[in-house]
């Protein structure tokens, strides 16, 4: 049971580049969630999925675009990087949204934009 | 606008002093979430409070919520050098986005 899964762990991009960042659960989570964290702060969160086809944004979705395919992997597209995309990416799952379910974290990708 | 804020920002402590974490939101909510995070690595979850008076501990780390306060406190109890990390509380403010709103983390420094 490796919980959740995020490629790659570093990556440096040019302005105008794009990338798609990887995100997989193994524990059957229905609710998936992308969330960035700049140095100091806390998470602000990019975009959510409550299944698989369903996706909604969050509070910071502008430059990012997500999928859902299948309830394992929620992709993180960036499209047309910018230095202010320049952070550390956070991918979680849960089981259910609130309630008393916590959101299980991977182990980050930190993207630098240049 | 909605606000999660904590306080402080960043406490070093010595080892075996005792020391309280405040975490205060802006908006109605009976869920509250406490995160730790080791530098450069991921959250990992410590406690979930439901409801207003919830109190839970797990060895000197001890936390509570008042939701009539909009109040949740984080306590260590004679910290060791292992409990040295960022601590982040979230708020859930439920209805249909799901969205946990975030403090700002306290950086916690536990010195021998």
């Known amino acids: 049971n490796a919980g959740v899964t995020q490629t790659p762990k570093f990556r440096i991009l040019k302005i105008g580049q794009s990338m798609t960042l990887q995100c997989t659960q193994d524990?059957?989570?229905?609710?998936m969630y992308w969330y960035r964290q700049d140095p100091g702060m806390g998470l602000k969160l990019i975009y959510y999925s409550v299944g698989a086809g369903i996706t909604d944004k969050g509070e910071v979705p502008n430059g990012y675009n997500v999928s859902r395919s299948t309830t394992e992997d929620f992709p993180l597209r960036l499209e047309l990087a910018a230095p202010s995309q320049t952070s550390v990416y956070f991918c979680?799952?849960?089981?259910?949204?609130?309630?008393?379910?916590?959101?299980?974290f991977g182990p980050g990708t930190r993207l630098l934009v240049l | 606008e909605l606000k999660v804020e904590q306080n402080p920002l960043f406490l070093s402590m010595q080892e075996g002093k005792n020391y309280t974490i405040y975490c205060n939101y802006s908006?109605?909510?009976?869920?509250l979430y406490w995160y730790r995070q080791d530098p450069g690595k991921s959250l990992e979850s410590l406690f979930v409070l439901l409801s207003n008076g919830a109190v839970k501990q797990e060895g000197r780390l001890m936390a509570s919520l008042d939701t009539k306060a909009r109040l949740s406190t984080l306590h260590i109890t004679a910290a060791v050098h292992d409990l040295s990390a960022t601590y982040f509380c979230a708020v859930d403010i439920g209805y249909s986005n799901y969205q946990l709103i975030w403090g700002a983390g306290t950086k916690l420094i536990i010195k021998p």
């Open positions: 524990m059957n989570h229905n609710y």
């Open positions: 979680a799952s849960s089981y259910s949204a609130g309630g008393s379910e916590t959101q299980y």
């Open positions: 908006t109605t909510s009976d869920r």
